[in-house]
């Protein structure tokens, strides 16, 4: 079974920085792709970002392109997500996947002055 641990959210002002890491536990992280997503209050959850198993392809959605950047290191079998020029509308609790079906607890990020 995988667990998948986040952690680095927090409280950051408007245009300040945050990463988030996500630890794997098992042996097939490195096989999957995996994936950050996003939900804010009274809105779907969405796709943030997500890279290959190989770490050599990325996508972004178009609100946080050229913001954020998705990483991963698989001999610490952690993906990070590294979020700058923060904006009130990053506001969201944010959910690490691993594809196949396996989800993280969730880690706030809260944009606030």
């Known amino acids: 079974q995988v667990q998948l641990v986040e952690s680095g959210g927090g409280l950051v002002q408007p245009g300040g920085s945050l990463r988030l890491s996500c630890t794997a536990s098992?042996?097939?992280?490195?096989?999957?792709?995996m994936a950050w997503y996003r939900q804010a209050p009274g809105k779907e959850r969405e796709l943030v970002a997500n890279?290959?198993?190989?770490?050599?392809?990325?996508n972004y959605v178009d609100s946080v392109k050229g913001r954020f950047t998705i990483s991963r290191d698989n001999d610490k079998n952690t993906v990070y997500l590294q979020m700058n020029s923060l904006k009130f509308e990053d506001t969201a609790v944010y959910y690490c996947n691993m594809y196949g079906g396996y989800w993280g607890q969730g880690t706030q990020v809260t944009v606030s002055s």
């Open positions: 890279i290959n198993y190989g770490g050599v392809t990325t």
């Open positions: 098992g042996s097939i992280f490195k096989f999957r792709t």
